[in-house]
């Protein structure tokens, strides 16, 4: 009886551990694209300014036309999620800008591959011209690691100790498949599907999660306070031992 009772709250302190993982998934904005620019949890909305259209299931867009955030992207430590596809993997391709255009440094597709200008380039064969690809970003704010990941795979990963992935122009504003204005006409045209935002670094277990979860961006209205499940953890973790203590 002991035994089984002690199994069982086993078992829920390992789902509460679980459940504190996924909860710590929670974007902070959510961008589906779907007919609408709008932040899904209230934040501002993206835009389209620069000639990217909107449709049903996400915005088209040519060269140089793609989406831009203002006001809500953390500067240092964040994480970025999209899914997109680009026509042309040939060369260079802009896919994120931190700098309100103004340098060339940058998260690009480089033949293929997965690149930070002028820093790191990944293994060849990340990115599949027209065809759907699951990309996150990392980057920690304290350690200044930067991290990116293609499909829930580690692609890219460099100390950015001097903070060419933060966003430093106005209101954090952060560009999409837009290039910058001092090299240009590095971009292909492309679609996006969604972008969401996250105010922490994802771990690369949460990562590989979100890209088998890609389509679900989760119910934060729903996801209790992560000190809440802390507690609970820790509680049932208690219990678990009394049990085994009485089982003795």
Known sequence: MHFHFA??????????????VAFAQTPTHIYDLNGSLA???????????????LGASGVTFSDNQGLSLSGALSPTTYSIEMQFSITDTSGFARLIDFK?????????????????????TGPADAITANSLTHLIITRDGVTNEFTGYVNGVSQISFTDSGSLGAFTGPSNIGYFFVDDNSVGGETSPGFVDYIRTYDSALTAA?????????DTPGSPSAAPEPST?????????????VARRRKR
């Open 7 to 20: 199994t069982r709250l086993s078992g829920i302190a390992a789902t509460i551990a679980l459940s504190t």
């Open 39 to 53: 932040d899904s949890l209230g934040g501002p909305a993206i835009t389209n300014s620069l000639g990217g259209v």
């Open 100 to 120: 309100n255009r103004t340098s060339d440094t940058g998260l690009y597709n480089l033949n293929t591959s997965l690149n930070f200008f002028n820093v790191v």
């Open 206 to 214: 949460q990562v590989r999660d979100r890209f088998n979860n890609r």
């Open 229 to 241: 499940l802390a507690l609970l953890g820790f509680a049932a973790l208690g219990l678990v031992g």
